[in-house]
């Protein structure tokens, strides 16, 4: 596709609820990196993917956390057990294997837990 | 200590001044720096790239770098009501792998006014 795609755009979810975040990178780019956005904070590194390489998951903050990645396309952050502080926009970027610029970021999963 | 220190602001400049936007580090070893602007509810998007020390310019944008002072800026000249944004300064260590991790600035809110 044209751009980094991500679904849903917004999510309510009770507490204690589990929730999926797709992911849909720019065809062709082969490393995908997840981050948190929390309100007045930075990006905050969640995981990343490179090929078939084992994903780098030193970002998770818990087991809540986990994500996946079909090849070099879609991937899906699940959050289980959902609590409050989970709450914040779940951005998802991908970039070409050699780098040079910078990732694409897709607008992100606003993702409120009530 | 924050690995990447960004003044949250708020910043309120008139029509036409001209921006100055930094971001200081602790980590010698980051190579590539960027800045990202950010819009409300949309995803971050790259507006400068840079190696190492020095200068880029790219229209109204000019980046800096001083690695010697782990100093990074951003000015923006004749600014523009269309400028008003969240700006990120990011920052990684390499192209690929592990070294390929964004760290991000807590981004800096501007806002241009008529």
């Known amino acids: 596709g044209a751009g980094v795609s991500q679904s849903p755009s917004n999510k309510v979810t009770e507490k204690g609820k589990d929730v999926e975040l797709r992911c849909d990178p720019i065809?062709?780019?082969?490393?995908l990196y997840w981050y948190r956005q929390r309100l007045g904070q930075g990006l905050e590194f969640l995981i990343y993917?490179?090929?078939?390489?084992?994903?780098?998951k030193s970002g998770l903050p818990s087991d809540r956390f986990s994500a996946e990645r079909t090849g070099e396309s879609v991937s899906t952050l699940t959050i289980q057990r959902t609590q409050q502080e989970d709450s914040a926009v779940y951005l998802c970027a991908s970039s070409s294997r050699t780098g040079g610029s910078g990732y694409t970021f897709g607008s992100g999963t606003r993702l409120t837990v009530v | 200590q924050k690995e990447v220190e960004q003044d949250p602001g708020p910043l309120s400049v008139p029509e036409g001044a001209i921006v100055s936007l930094n971001c200081t580090y602790s980590?010698?070893?980051?190579?590539?720096f960027m800045w990202y602007r950010q819009y409300s509810r949309k995803g971050p998007e790259l507006l400068m790239y840079?190696?190492?020390?020095g200068n880029k310019e790219d229209g109204r944008f000019t980046a800096q770098v001083d690695k010697s002072s782990k100093y990074i800026s951003l000015f923006i000249r004749d600014s523009q009501p269309s400028d008003s944004a969240t700006y990120l300064c990011a920052m990684r260590q390499g192209n690929t792998g592990t070294a390929s991790k964004l760290t991000f600035g807590t981004g800096t809110r501007l806002q241009v006014m008529l």
């Open positions: 840079t190696y190492s020390s």
């Open positions: 065809s062709g780019h082969t490393a």
């Open positions: 980590n010698s070893a980051f190579q590539y």
């Open positions: 993917f490179q090929g078939n390489s084992a994903p780098d």
